[in-house]
RNA sequence: GUGGGCGUAGCUCAAUUGGCAGAGCGGCUGACUGUGGAUCAGCAGGUUGAGGGAUCGUGCCCCUUCGCCCACCCCA
């Protein structure tokens, strides 16, 4: 092993099959969400400190971020979430805005965590929200958006599960139990770990936590009751909207989710892998109205969601999801360079065919045949051309097609007609 | 931040209790001096992640360090 300066830890290398698939996942973000109206936006990718000590979480402001002191002594961060910087960006346009605005983005963030399966410490996430509506029909066609994507890249309802849950419904249920108010974060957490902890565990930690064994045991009862979501008004809507919008099959009550985070304030979902290996939600997102006026702007109602790459090309690639042919050749045709004499003759031809919208690699230098059709095999290109001393004689050029392996000689008029016309053949053999 | 596993050729991996570092694939060259894929022959490729220690002797044992993987923590 050479002495190669090692990457920084937790960073991802895009080399081009890897690029290749980014940039398909990408298209389709980006087709599923301006399917909905939704618009793609783009925050800076560092931010000052002071914006994520306003409401993020402890863990990730002190622990997670990336801080730097820039030139001037300023305290900077690689944003490590997207959420502050677009309460941000529509408090300084809020008398501008039109309202609902349905805005998403793809692009990197920083976290420094322990790397693991499905995490890196530079990772690329899929927000989408909309804000300045309240509706549980908004939060599902927000949902929607989601479980459209899902449906798009082939992971079935059979594989991937959208579950769903309502604070406001939680929180009337610790009231109805008696859990002082301040104590409803805390049981919220509670609930949350109660996939991560075995039983026994996890009603010993209730305990812990201040909870009595009666309100531990009334939550438990809350916890396995599929139809509490008929006592929520909110909830009894959002299922509606769900089936109007074609998309039951992905969603689904579950009263036990109900997401750590402090700032949600209605609805509540993350999707979760059925035949889980991955034993996480692999997305999380919910109704959080509080979040614009805590960041100073004005109140705005508002519901979205994350989703990070890392897991989701795991999941792809898990079920086979990935097209095939994402690494296309680089171009359709190489043109050979015969010698040094015939080198710029092949220039011109080549150009020719670029001309005429025909992606074309030229061998940038002389060199044995053998050597530049073997290359022209090895980037995929379907056709090669050849102007050697006979060639060049008359005015010709060799066009093959590397598929059949049949070849013609032409005049360069022709050129160009004859490689197109075995672009359009099928690759037989 | 805590705990565990693993680093051998470009890639996938071998190497007997601690005793000459190997194979397949890939690469290059040639068979075939103006034609790729297939076949055959040959060649190149390594400070065994790095540094230190114990030993007559280490890829293998001990320590340190870097990296990767897995789980915990956390999940915006």
Redesign the pocket.
Known sequence: ???II??????HDFYPEDMAIRTWLYGIMRSVAESFGYQEWEAPLIETLDLYAAK??E??VE??SYVLTDRDGHRITLR?????SLARMIAQRQERLTFPVRWWSFGPFW?H????????REFFQWNVDMIGAQSPEADAENVAVLATFFRRVGLGPNRVIIYVNDRRLMNAKFQEFGIAQDLWPVAS?WI??KA??SPEAWLAYGNELGLSAGQISRLQTVLGDSNLWQQSQELGRFFKAVDALGISDYVQYEPSII???L??TGTVF?AWEIAG?????IL??GRYDNLMADVGGEALPAVGW?MGDVVMTLLLEKYGLLPKDLSPQPASVLVTA?DQERLLASYRIATELRKAGIATALYPEPA???????????MGARV?L???????AKGQV?V????????Q?LTQADVVAAVRQILVSPRA?
């Open positions: 092993m050479k002495s090692q990457p920084v830890q937790g960073t993020s979480g863990e990730l622990k997670q490590p979430e997207l959420t502050p976290r965590e322990r790397t693991q399966k499905g995490r890196r957490g949350d770990r991560k902890m997401r750590g985070l700032y949600y993350e290996d991955i034993k996480r939600s999380g997102g994350a015969f044995k045949l053998p050597k530049q059709f073997k290359y022209a095999d090895k090669t050849v102007i050697g001393p006979d060639e060049a060799t093959k097609d590397l598929a059949s392996g049949t070849q000689t053999r």
